[in-house]
C-alpha cells in the first residue's frame, strides 16, 4: 500500500474536496468571484492538513524501512517513546510547548539516526543469519586443519594451508560483525532507557512555568546530542562485509 504524504492528504481531505466543489459550484451558479475566494479558503484548508504535526509525525514513521526483527523490536520501542514524548508535549500548555519544542526536534533527530544505523546493521545481520545457517565454519575451519595435519605432499598441504587460512579470515570477520552487532544493540537499549528518563523529565517539566522550565531544557537536549554522537560514531565504526 502506497503512502500519502500530508500535502496529499490535505488535496483530498474530505471537507477540503467539498470546499473546493462548492467553490466552483459557486463561481458557476452564483458570482465568479466566489470561486478564487473559496479556492483561497480551500488552500488554506489543505495547507493546515498537510502542516498537522500528528500526521507529518505519523507519515515520517510510516515511511521508515523495516528493518531486521534483531533491531526492529528495539526500534519499535523508541517509536514508541518519540510519541510519547510528542503526545506530552502536545498536551501541554502552549508557552511551555514553545519552550520543550527543541527537546522534541532533537528526539527526532535521535530517533532518526538510530534507524539509519539500525538500517546499516540489517544488512551486516541478515549476512551473520545467512552465514551461519548456510555452513558451521568452525567445523569446516576444524576440518580443514585436521585435513593440513594428514597432508604429506608440500604442494597439496600448501594449498590446505591457504585454504585454511582463507576460511580463518572469514571466520574473523564473521565474529567482527557479530561483536559490531552485538555492540549496536547494547546502545540501542541504552538509548532506550536514557529516552524513558526524558519522557519522565518532559512530563515533569510541563508541570512547571515557561520560565522554569526553559532553565533545563537545555541539558535534556545536550544529553540528546551525545545519544546521536554516539550513534553516528557506531555508524561510521561499522563493519564493511
Known sequence: MSLRSPFLTGLIHPLNLLMLG?????????????FPVGLVLWLVMVINVANNP???MS??????????QRFQKR??????LQVSIFNSLASAPPRVRRVLQPVQDETERVVDEA???CRRMTALENYRLVTESQVDLEAELRELHDTVDRTDDPVTKQEYEESYRALQRRVDKLQMVSTQLDRVEAQL???????ESMVTEVIRLQAMGPEEARGQVDSLVEKLREEAAQLETFEGQAVRV
Open 22 to 34: 462548492l467553490s466552483v459550484f459557486a463561481g458557476l451558479v452564483s458570482a465568479w468571484w466566489l
Open 54 to 56: 500528528s500526521l507529518r
Open 59 to 68: 507519515h515520517r514513521m510510516q515511511r521508515r524501512e523495516s528493518l531486521a
Open 75 to 80: 526500534f519499535d520501542r523508541l517509536e514508541r
Open 115 to 117: 534507524h539509519a544505523l
Open 189 to 195: 537499549v541504552s538509548l532506550s532507557n536514557e529516552m
